[in-house]
């Protein structure tokens, strides 16, 4: 790294270790991102919400929101199977249209990503009440003591070490899912397996609940993209990163538009609608006479919300730790652990942020009001990364010499399905406070940009240098067959340590 800070020493001069190499196989990169995506919140939240806007069209909402996702994978996975780098989009945002947004986008991510890590939060306080009282623990403990235990935990798990930080999401999560399967299975047959085709047939919902419904689909579908911040530290990154990346949203997507038909089928003759309903499953349990299902699923979702905390505490430490190393953060947020080879100065600031919002919220609202309120503000940054990720894509192939027409047809078509829940989150325009999300993101992308404005003036040609060094970065992704040489003529290198973002020859599997 190339770096100058002038008054201060680069960062890649200072002697610090990297991230772990090949440290992450499929399933754990897998996990991060179905682990972000969090399956099990939809289920338990988050269709009911639909349901009031698409009825018995909510599988379909479902379904189409994860198709138009797929045109902005089809843009990611471009840069996922040519490079591989901390930092995701971050950094494939400023090899595509330059690092001014790649830096925007890199703001637009931690900004998503701590939103729904506080939404992890509040799940999990939301849910851990409801396992306590499942047993028979009637005593009211304070949410802000759930806060602090699931981030607490999340801190030391990330801090430790990245490979049982992926294991214990792909655990988790498995065990959440398998518990709502569990239910929805006898929600089906209990009575006996049939087709209800009023909710196949989407009878009742009209275009404009459709489109309004996708909204929240769309929300409930990103994170997809979290497994590309582990680029670094994947075995195979070439190979394991996009296809984590695209299956994880089919498998997702797969479910939600399975568990939206099973609760729009379980509760349609149930004195309360589907959108009425706070807890679905739960009620769902009662229904169907199975309320055992309480605590394991309560439990499910416990572990699961955790998972999703702990997922996005790695996804953002990750974005800020080469942010740090390019000077956009303190370099002190580039550092890597000695032993455990973990951002850990950016994993603890990151979870200290996490934490303080809900903790002061509380004192104004309760954790289902902040769960809402922080996935919906979390949506605008990925909305804004997934927009400067699709115009990027067409603009690094011809770069490269790889553009193809059917290139420019997926990105094209991701804009403009994209522009959907965009215009959705404004119009019709919704209540207070929601009504102002919008503009409180937009505060902050403003101040964001002021900042790397200040940088660029403080330190001329940062920006240049950023540039520089994401381009030797993919350069060494890719596969390198060196030239015979005679070790006699070449110098040993000179000792020092290596900055994580100093290219490095990426594993690939060989044909």
Known sequence: MTISTRGDPPVSSQPHPGLRKNALGFPTVLAQSIAVISPTMTAVLIIAICFGDAGNGTWLAYAFGTVMLLFVVGCLNQFAKRSALAGSMYGYTGRGLGPTSGVVSGFSLIWAYLFIGIAGLTGFSIFAAQFLAGIGVHTVIPPVIFFCLSAGVCWFIAYKDIHVSSLLTLVFEFVSV?????????????????????????????????????????????????????????????RNVPRAVIVSLIITGAFMVFMSYVEVFGTRNYHTPLNDIALPLTTLGQIYDVTFFKIPVALGAMVSFFSLTLSCLNAGSRIMYPMAQHTIFPRHLGRAHKENQTPHVAITLYILVILAIPVVLEIFTNPLTTFGDAGTLAAFGFLTAYFLISVAAPVYLKKIGELRLHHLVVAVLACLLLMVPLIGSFYPLPPYPVDIFPYIFLAYMIAGSAWLYAINRRRPGVLVDIEGDLERATEHSRPIVPAPVDKGLVPEPPASDTPALQPQPVPVEQP
Not at 184 to 207: E, N, R, S, Y
């Open 178 to 238: 398998a518990c709502i399967l569990s239910l929805a299975f006898v929600v089906l047959f209990k009575h006996g397996f049939m087709i209800d085709t009023t909710i196949v047939k989407a009878k009742g919902m009209t275009l404009h609940g459709l489109s309004l419904a996708v909204v929240i689909c769309i929300f409930s579908l990103v994170g997809f993209e979290s497994a590309t911040t582990l680029g670094s530290e994947a075995k195979n990154p070439l």
